[in-house]
């Protein structure tokens, strides 16, 4: 079993940046591919960034050349650097790694 702990949310204004962590614990294995998803009030679930074992790196449009994943292995954990951020990337950040989700990190950005 896994457990996932995401940090570093908070509110920033459009513009700004934030890097979100994730850690994971338990029956970690490095072959395994991490994922960021986030969801805003009144919207699904949606798939935001990932990374395979192989270091593979894969971003929805939205985010592209904005948002960072990146992961450190020694550590147990992916983290998602966020630049330019817009008010439309305000929601709830979550980790999906394993099959578990994390609990999530409210991301707000002002206008």
């Known amino acids: 079993q896994v457990q996932l702990v995401e940090s570093g949310g908070g509110l920033v204004q459009a513009g700004g940046s934030l890097r979100l962590s994730c850690t994971a614990s338990?029956?970690?294995?490095?072959?395994?591919?991490f994922n960021w998803y986030r969801q805003a009030p009144e919207n699904e679930r949606e798939w935001v960034a990932g990374?395979?074992?192989?270091?593979?790196?894969a971003y929805v449009d939205a985010v592209k050349g904005r948002f960072t994943i990146l992961r450190d292995d020694a550590k147990n954990t992916v983290y998602l650097q966020m630049s330019s951020l817009k008010p439309e990337d305000t929601a709830v950040y979550y980790c999906?790694?394993?099959?578990?989700w994390g609990r999530g990190t409210q991301v707000t950005v002002s206008s």
């Open positions: 338990g029956m970690v294995s490095s072959t395994l591919g």
């Open positions: 990374i395979s074992r192989n270091g593979y790196l």
């Open positions: 999906y790694y394993s099959n578990t």
